[in-house]
């Protein structure tokens, strides 16, 4: 069974930074493009930042220029930097991966249990 664990968020100051981290664990063929999605109270959850398999990245635009999104592809692993974080960035973060499991040999979206960022004023 595939999971996806994230860590690295928390409470920080505007202006501060945090690094988001995410690792994908089972029995995994392939991972294709990954990202992060977020969702602030009483809205519909985001997509953040993306990146393919082959390294190509896309950002919210609300975003550019403050977060970068890479990954670890032996590690099965994707991280967000996040800096110049504003109060507006406060959310809860999901991790989303695209796998093929060895199991099933089947592309299928997976999702973590999400990490909280609150960005104080």
């Known amino acids: 069974q595939v999971q996806l664990v994230e860590s690295g968020g928390g409470l920080v100051q505007a202006g501060g930074s945090l690094r988001l981290s995410c690792v994908a664990s089972g029995s995994i063929f392939s991972i294709n493009t990954v990202g992060w999605y977020r969702q602030a109270p009483g809205k519909q959850r985001e997509l953040v930042a993306q990146?393919?398999?082959?390294?190509?990245?896309s950002y919210a635009d609300s975003v550019k220029g403050r977060f970068t999104i890479s990954r670890d592809n032996a590690k099965n692993s994707v991280y967000l930097q996040m800096n110049s974080l504003k109060p507006e960035d406060t959310a809860l973060y999901y991790c989303?991966?695209?796998?093929?499991?060895?199991?099933?040999?089947?592309?299928?979206?997976?999702w973590g249990q999400g990490t909280q960022v609150t960005v104080s004023s």
């Open positions: 990146i393919s398999n082959r390294a190509i990245t």
């Open positions: 989303n991966m695209l796998i093929v499991p060895a199991t099933t040999g089947a592309l299928s979206t997976y």
